[in-house]
């Protein structure tokens, strides 16, 4: 599938999107780009009142029937009303205003009516690289900082589900390791070909897990057919699963700021989307990334 798919705007495109602490230039500007290309409604909670800020823009009065903004005299007051409203089904996607990281994880992982079934949350960075052939998911470079094989094969089932949403029919996934063969000395390595053991037995043709591989390996088929390597996934894999933060969060930004890799992201695993850029993400990745929440929650 290619990246655009999944990020092109449309006025069919509707959710009640919830913003945390929405009362911010940067964010606002994200927000009214996405509010003219859709048909979406704003939910904004903050502790201070967005609305001059909004009307600064001078958007169509139209427009701002769908914004909708929620004051409160404490964050505490703030969390719990959003949570309310997000297990009520007021709202339904989840974004990040202008929020630590700490406090967002935080608000996140203590309402546990949030999480979906398989109990487990992780990011997914969607990728469009100059010179892959169609988009790139990655996963965890931001989220999990050092998951087990346990959690890591639940964060394979939410790839697989979140796949689906977007209308995959079979999922390629590749256990990045530093080779491509078991190696008792290298954790990854080891782990990785636990976990496709484990997907193997199951034998579902909708999803194939591979592992270890290197990058080059999963990415490059050049590479693979050259060296004659044997895999039904190797140069044309969909998503790559890290082994730890440390792996994947340098990978993540190398891609970026390297690869010219355009990236939308989200959480996956809870209820309904959650769209948690980091602070440094670029005004297009928030865009793409909210346009995205919006195509799986569809």
Known sequence: MQYQHLVEPTQALNGKVAVLFANDEKIISVLLTVLKQTNIELHLYDIEDPTELIRSYNIDSTLITRVHTYEFESEQALFNTCSND??????????????????????????????????????????????????????????????????????IKNLQNFAQSIGYKQLKVALLSSVNFPNRKIKSATEAEKIKLTFERIGNNELLVGGPLTFEYATNMESVIKDNFKSEIAGDVDAIVVANKDVGDPLYKALTLFGQARIASLIIGAKFPIVLNEISASKQSKIDSLLLALKINS
């Open 86 to 155: 997000l297990a009520q089904g007021k709202v339904n996607v989840l974004m990040k205003g202008n929020i630590e990281d700490n406090k967002m994880f935080a608000f996140i992982l203590s309402n546990h009516q949030f999480i979906e079934r398989y109990g487990y949350l992780n990011h997914v960075a969607c990728i469009d690289l100059p010179h892959y052939h169609k988009h790139l998911m990655l996963s965890d470079a931001y989220f999990n900082v050092a998951p087990t094989v346990e959690e890591k094969k639940q964060i």
